[in-house]
């Protein structure tokens, strides 16, 4: 069982950077493939960020996001990160972190397997 554990959240101002961390437990980190999704509002689905494949080789990103966004991971730390730059009012919402065993990042959600408990960011006009 792969516990993950979001942090960095927070209030941020339009153009403004932030870092997200998600740390990793009770799994083969180096073997998982990672994502980040977002939920911007509660009713409304998460919606894929980014993704990163087990080698670091791969990174994947949703199109609004691209080119602002960089995620990365550390396998010795157990960590995954989002680095957010240039952030947009649309980028308010809950930042999720998960973790899928199969091999390949995918845009759907349905194939994570873990989840964190979410953490909040809200961008300031």
């Known amino acids: 069982q792969v516990q993950l554990v979001e942090s960095g959240g927070g209030l941020v101002q339009a153009g403004g950077s932030l870092r997200l961390s998600c740390a990793a437990s009770?799994?083969?980190?180096?073997?998982?493939?990672m994502g980040w999704f977002r939920r911007e509002a509660p009713g409304k689905e998460r919606e894929f960020v980014a993704?990163?494949?087990?080698?670091?080789?791969?990174?994947y990103y949703t199109d609004s996001v691209r080119g602002r966004f960089t995620i990365s991971r550390d396998n010795a730390k157990n960590t995954v990160y989002l680095q957010m730059n240039s952030v947009k009012p649309e980028d308010t919402a809950v930042y999720y972190c998960?973790?899928?065993?199969?091999?390949?990042?995918?845009?759907?959600?349905?194939?994570?397997?873990?989840w964190g408990q979410g953490t909040q960011v809200t961008v300031s006009s």
């Open positions: 998960a973790a899928k065993v199969a091999p390949g990042v995918t845009f759907a959600r349905n194939a994570y397997d873990y």
């Open positions: 993704g990163i494949n087990w080698s670091d080789i791969a990174t």
């Open positions: 009770g799994g083969t980190f180096s073997r998982l493939t």
